[in-house]
C-alpha cells in the first residue's frame, strides 16, 4: 500500500518571549590535573555571572570559562513574508 501525503511550509517568524528572562550560566573548564567544573547558578543577570567569574578567578586562579545563554521564544506564522500559493 502506498501512503502518499503533502506537507506545506509556513513562514514562521521566532521572537524571545517577553515574559520570561534569558537564564545565563557559567563554568569554569580549567583543564589541569582534574578538570574544574565549577559551575554558576542560572541567574538572569549579566552582571552577576561575571562577579561570579571573577570570584572563582580569585579563589580558584583559574581563568578558562564557558557560558550558556538559554531563552525562551515564541514561534508564530510571519503573515508579513506573503504567502505562497498551494500547488
Not at 545565563?24 to 555571572?49: H, L, Y
Not at 571573577?54 to 508579513?80: C, K, M, N, S
Amino acid at each position: 500500500m502506498t501512503v502518499k501525503s503533502r506537507h506545506s511550509f509556513e513562514p514562521y517568524r521566532v521572537d524571545p518571549d517577553p515574559a520570561v528572562d534569558w537564564v545565563i550560566q557559567a563554568r569554569c573548564v580549567f583543564k589541569g590535573e582534574t578538570d574544574c567544573k565549577a559551575t554558576s547558578p542560572e541567574m538572569s543577570d549579566q552582571q552577576k555571572v561575571t562577579k561570579w567569574i571573577a570570584q572563582h578567578r580569585a579563589e580558584a586562579g583559574h581563568a578558562r570559562f564557558e557560558e550558556t545563554y538559554r531563552r525562551a521564544v515564541i514561534a508564530t506564522i510571519d503573515l508579513r513574508a506573503g504567502r505562497r500559493p498551494r500547488p
